[in-house]
């Protein structure tokens, strides 16, 4: 079980404004990892430095695909990196609302498939075989995430619970070894966020992916993570097990404020 | 209650409408008498119309807002279903293409013109609608690629003599080049920023080709270009324009062929994917410069390849053809027809350019309707005559998988 993923020494600025200052993280395979924190503590730009959204100020982002080589991946595209295997979902769910629910994971498949205009144009041999394969995985997918009885709906229609969902089943479209999961549990009911951590960990358990996810829902993160990092002012300030962490006066004192600190 | 606070608003509308049309409607100065005449019936009329015309719209706007609420049958257009009812479908193709096919031999030279016309726009819709309706990059330069089409064919025939039908891929290609060039440059714009820029490169081409007298002899223009030679036999006039309808016909069936296929590729899915959500386009690993830049170039060259069509066809050219006004009107076809589908693009193209030609007779007030019947199309049906429809698939379970 190695290291695939390596942060070392990673800032962020806006401006001015430092939003992440000398960060380092490391995921082991195989792990579920949580990253906490406040509000404003810079995960998301976190998650958006390691994605290629944003160009880190300083530091190293480093993968190791299993069976690879290990690579350096800072300042790449987004679309170069997710297809080096990091897929990612968004805080604020970014489907494509005007394609259907079968649209949406045909359209995570595109970084495994290869048919180009032409093909497009002529359908040959390949590209149908291709295109009939791409049907068929993600029809499989949306069944493995209980979506597949509104393959044809487009994916506005669906209800709040299933987009989240929807999105998670897009990024495994990918095929990604590291999943990054921004605020899965957001607006999600207990029930359904109960079935998140079923989820979360077949996903691990079953498809072999890491997983490394921000959440504000404490009951999930404690219940699910292997290993917890707290962020704060764009500084980790702990790292530990869920038990350690629960226990740690630097976490609560972010979280709480001084006079909670026993 | 509603009724009292309606009427009251219809009766401000139409108050409004009396004030603003005073001057016009109302006064009138006799020269010749020296005097006024004050025409106070007009304003009655005035008033009376505008109050019920107001009632109308609301009670339209209404409409519109209650069935919006209601089910999904409704979103499906009637012609829609009409379409894909399989039992229609084929006797419904067949009364088209044999019409179609016709049509050059029953109606006059005139019609076949305007026909010819319609479906040359078509073909800049179809083309237009790859980079508005499918990627969703607004571009108000199109008309840029269609005079580069279009000059492609007059330079080259009037310098080397090269024929219609050798220059007509040819004129593709330079508009797939353009569309690329253009590309590059704006590949970090999005929405109005790109709309602003594509429009000054439509300008640009526009100007130097107005003022580069050496290389495109200015205002005055290109005569003289050949129609296209049907196996070396050079036909009548009539003759002439009824090949060129059916020469167009076959294009604007190879550019729908083309465009159906593409829409329902990957490269089409990546389209509608960059449409829908930059961010989370690129996060499912799509390129969005190759994307970006394969949306331009392919509907560049539908506008290219229709240049070299409208350069035979008009057998003059000068850069007063390729204005601005006319990248409006390819991008109100677009948009009237509803974006991103074909069926949507053609009975735009009908509408739009049928419109104008047949209101002739109405000559003073043909531009005045036209008007109204785009503001109207764009409150009530803003998505466009036909709603894109996404494409579903058949699976031997969905029966046991639904609830």
Redesign the interface.
């Given at each position: 079980m190695g290291t695939i993923l390596e942060v070392s020494g990673l800032s962020m600025d806006f401006g001015g404004l430092r939003a992440i200052e000398q960060f380092d993280l490391n995921i082991t395979e195989g792990e579920i990892a949580a990253l906490i924190g406040p509000n404003g503590a810079g995960k998301t730009t976190f998650f958006n430095c390691i994605?290629?959204?944003y160009s880190p100020a300083a530091g190293d982002i480093f993968i190791t695909p299993p069976g690879e080589k290990r690579k350096r991946i800072n300042g790449l595209?987004?679309?170069i990196i997710?297809?080096s295997g990091m897929?990612?979902t968004?805080q604020n769910i970014?489907?494509?609302?005007?394609?259907?629910v079968?649209?949406n994971i045909?359209?995570?498949r595109?970084?495994?498939?290869h048919?180009?205009?032409l093909?497009?144009?002529l359908?040959g041999l390949s590209?149908v075989r291709?295109?009939k394969e791409?049907?068929g995985e993600s029809?499989a997918i949306l069944?493995k995430f209980g979506l597949?009885?509104s393959?044809?709906e487009?994916a506005r229609n669906l209800p709040y619970g299933e987009q989240r969902r929807l999105e998670i089943a897009?990024?495994i479209a990918?095929k990604p070894f590291l999943l990054l999961l921004d605020e899965p549990a957001a607006g999600l009911n207990v029930r359904e966020t109960l079935e998140l951590d079923k989820l979360i960990a077949r996903l691990r358990d079953e498809e072999r992916i890491s997983i490394l996810l921000i959440e504000h829902d404490m009951r999930l993160v404690m219940s699910i993570s292997d290993r917890i990092t707290v962020m704060d002012y764009g500084k980790k300030i702990a790292e530990g097990t869920p038990d350690e962490i629960k226990n740690d006066p630097v976490v609560i004192k972010a979280y709480l404020g001084e006079e909670f600190v026993a | 209650m509603i009724k009292l606070a309606e009427m009251k608003k219809s009766f401000l509308v139409s108050l409004w409408f009396m004030f603003l049309t005073f001057p016009v409607m109302v006064i009138r100065v006799n020269p010749i008498e020296k005097a006024v005449e004050w025409r106070w019936v007009n304003m009655l009329f005035i008033g009376a119309g505008s109050f019920v015309l107001s009632f109308l719209w609301r009670y339209l706007l209404r409409r519109k807002e209650a069935g919006r609420g209601s089910g999904k049958i409704r979103n499906v257009p009637i012609f829609w279903r009409a379409v894909s009812e399989p039992k229609l479908r084929v006797p419904a193709l067949a009364a088209v293409s044999v019409f179609a096919a016709a049509f050059p031999f029953i109606f006059s030279a005139y019609q076949v013109n305007i026909m010819t016309t319609v479906l040359l726009y078509i073909m800049l819709g179809l083309g237009l609608n790859i980079v508005v309706g499918l990627a969703g990059l607004l571009d108000l330069g199109y008309v840029a690629f269609y005079a580069v089409g279009a000059y492609s064919y007059a330079l080259l025939n009037h310098h080397l003599g090269l024929g219609f039908w050798t220059v007509l891929p040819f004129g593709a290609l330079m508009g797939a080049v353009f569309g690329i060039l253009l590309g590059f440059p704006v590949l970090r714009l999005r929405g109005d920023y790109l709309a602003i820029v594509t429009l000054g490169f439509g300008e640009i081409i526009r100007l130097v080709l107005e003022n580069w007298n050496e290389f495109s002899f200015g205002p005055s223009g290109i005569a003289n270009i050949p129609r296209p030679s049907f196996f070396g036999m050079q036909l009548s006039l009539q003759g002439a324009s009824a090949y060129m309808y059916f020469i167009m016909t076959g294009l604007v069936l190879l550019t729908v062929f083309v465009v159906n296929r593409l829409q329902d590729s990957r490269i089409g899915r990546a389209w509608i994917a960059l449409r829908e959500d930059e961010i989370a386009c690129q996060a499912m690993g799509i390129d969005k410069t190759k994307t970006k830049l394969a949306a331009f170039a392919l509907g560049a060259t539908w506008a290219g390849m229709a240049g070299v069509i409208f350069a035979a066809k008009t057998t003059f050219i000068n850069p007063a053809s390729f204005t601005f006004l006319e990248s409006a009107m390819i991008l109100s076809i677009v948009v009237l027809g509803g974006m991103g589908s074909i069926t949507g693009v053609i009975c735009g193209a009908f509408i739009l350019i049928l419109l104008p030609e047949y209101l002739r007779a109405f000559s003073d007030f043909r531009m005045l309707l036209f008007g109204a019947i785009m503001v109207l199309m764009m409150v009530f049906r803003p998505q466009g005559l036909i709603s894109d429809m996404r494409r579903t698939y058949e699976f031997e379970d969905t029966a046991e998988k639904g609830l």
């Open positions: 994605t290629g959204i595209k987004p679309n997710t297809r897929a990612r968004f970014r489907l494509f609302p005007n394609m259907t079968l649209e045909m359209v995570g595109h970084c495994r498939t048919s180009g205009i093909g497009a144009v359908r590209t291709e295109e791409t049907i029809y069944k597949s009885g393959a044809n487009l897009r990024a990918t | -």
